[in-house]
């Protein structure tokens, strides 16, 4: 028969090769990279992700995050070249590429976290105290940004640190300031305006007074040539009526009454009485404008209105 004591302690065996088992065995994860220490002191790191092994306690596995980290710096005042203030907010992407040299270095991302801060803010004091405030704002951004992550990574490569990116993501004058160069800026530019404005009106009386004279030469131009047409045709007209007149002095004086006729009476004109038998409508009763015969006359005949054949004349 089995003895109880033999199961005890088979199974006290098979517990403590589990235990081993399970202490000598680490797995490393896709964003990690693992230190492996002994006794206090770094031995190996591990960079592939998977299962790996070690010594069951004796050997203490350290995970440090190898995906890229992000530093948010605070707001901070710098003194540009031209000594003018600017409140700059900056921020910075870094990995830990030697995970041997942080760990002795730092120890904790907290830790790097604090460092990095202060070299940045270091960083950022050298290199825009070197340059003027529009070159910050305007000119040369970009490339001051790339000066920073230079001297910020040269300086956190003895922590194991890489600097991936620096980006500076506003760069202003303190409250205060803006409110003065605004105001100095609206003034300015008020002023300009107020300058083309008066340039503006300068030039628009120039085109007025210029488009006026000429208005006025042609008018005077445009007068002239209907004067001397209008002349022209009054010459030609009082020709034909004078060679009207030579040639039939009643078919004359009956255009010229009726020509009166239309001007005269016109329905918008001064009316005036006439008497009927007056000289101006004499011919609205015959159309030849002389007076009719008296009623019960007779014509006088060719016998009495003329001489008698051979006879002579009275003395």
């Keep these: 028969m089995r003895s109880p004591v033999t199961g005890i302690a088979a199974l006290i065996v098979l517990l403590a090769v589990l235990i081993v088992g399970y202490s000598s065995v680490f797995t490393v994860d896709m964003t990690e990279q693992a230190l492996v220490v002994r006794l206090g002191e770094p031995i190996r790191v591990v960079t592939d992700p998977g299962l790996n092994f070690k010594a069951p306690f004796i050997d203490t596995v350290i995970p440090i995050d190898k995906r890229i980290l992000d530093l948010e710096n605070p707001s901070q005042e710098v003194i540009a070249s031209d000594q ?113 404005r008066a340039q503006g009106g300068q030039k628009a009386q120039e085109i ?33 009526f004078a060679e009207a007149y030579g040639k039939d002095q009643d078919f004359f004086a009956f255009y010229r009454s009726m020509s009166a006729y239309e001007n005269g009476l016109k329905s918008n004109d001064t009316r005036f009485l006439l008497r009927p038998d007056s000289e101006f409508f004499k011919f609205f009763s015959s159309a030849s404008g002389k007076p009719p015969a008296p009623a019960g006359s007779a014509p006088p005949s060719a016998a009495s209105a003329a001489p008698a054949q051979g006879a002579a004349p009275k003395p």
């Design 84 to 196: 003018k203030r600017l409140v700059v907010d900056a921020f910075a992407r870094y990995r830990i590429k030697n995970a041997l040299r942080f760990y002795q270095s730092v120890g904790t991302i907290q830790a790097a976290n604090l460092q990095l801060t202060t070299l940045l803010n270091a960083s950022l004091r050298r290199v825009l105290g070197e340059v003027t405030f529009i070159q910050v704002v305007r000119d040369e951004r970009e490339a001051l940004m790339g000066r920073i992550r230079d001297q910020l990574d040269k300086e956190a490569d003895g922590y194991g640190i890489q600097v991936v990116d620096v980006r500076i993501r506003r760069a202003d004058l303190p409250e205060q300031n803006s409110q003065a160069v605004y105001q100095r800026m609206q003034t300015e530019r008020q002023r300009e305006a107020a300058e083309f």
């Design 208 to 240: 007025r007074s210029n488009a006026d004279r000429e208005a006025t030469v042609i008018v005077a131009e445009a007068n002239s040539t209907a004067e001397r047409v209008r002349g022209e045709g009054d010459g030609e007209r009082n020709r034909l």
